[in-house]
């Protein structure tokens, strides 16, 4: 069974820092495009990274409203992804979700792979907390 399990959220003041895991159970991780999504109060989901995963892999794609600030790796062997995330800013603050498709859109990883619509991603975790205070 296929799940998807985030930890790593927490509250910190502004220019702090956290790093987020989401940890990949079941035979989805091996090349395959594993992404992380920010909602926001009242908003809706917005990619912020995704990585190919596995041997040889470990391509990357950040949004630009992260770029410098985050880094997306992945640990192979505990089939986990990370978020790190510096400098942290007050409109960072929301829930963040980790997602997969089926290993056929991996290929699309990168910025395409934010473009398909929510019902379309085939696992979704269930949600990390970060609050960033000013």
């Known amino acids: 069974q296929v799940q998807l399990a985030e930890s790593g959220g927490g509250s910190v003041p502004a220019g702090g820092s956290l790093r987020l895991s989401c940890k990949v159970s079941?035979?989805?991780?091996?090349?395959?495009?594993i992404g992380w999504y920010h909602q926001a109060p009242g908003q809706e989901r917005e990619g912020v990274a995704n990585?190919?995963?596995?041997?040889?892999?470990?391509?990357?794609y950040y949004a630009d409203s992260v770029k410098g600030r985050f880094t997306i790796s992945q640990d192979i062997a505990k089939h986990t992804v990370h978020l790190r995330m510096n400098s942290l800013k007050p409109e960072d603050t929301g829930m963040y979700y980790c997602a997969a498709r089926s290993r056929g859109w991996a290929g699309t990883c990168g910025a395409s792979w934010f473009a398909a619509q929510e019902y379309e991603y085939n696992y979704w975790g269930q949600g990390t907390q970060v609050n960033v205070s000013a």
């Open positions: 079941g035979d989805i991780f091996e090349r395959n495009c």
């Open positions: 990585i190919l995963t596995g041997w040889g892999a470990g391509n990357t």
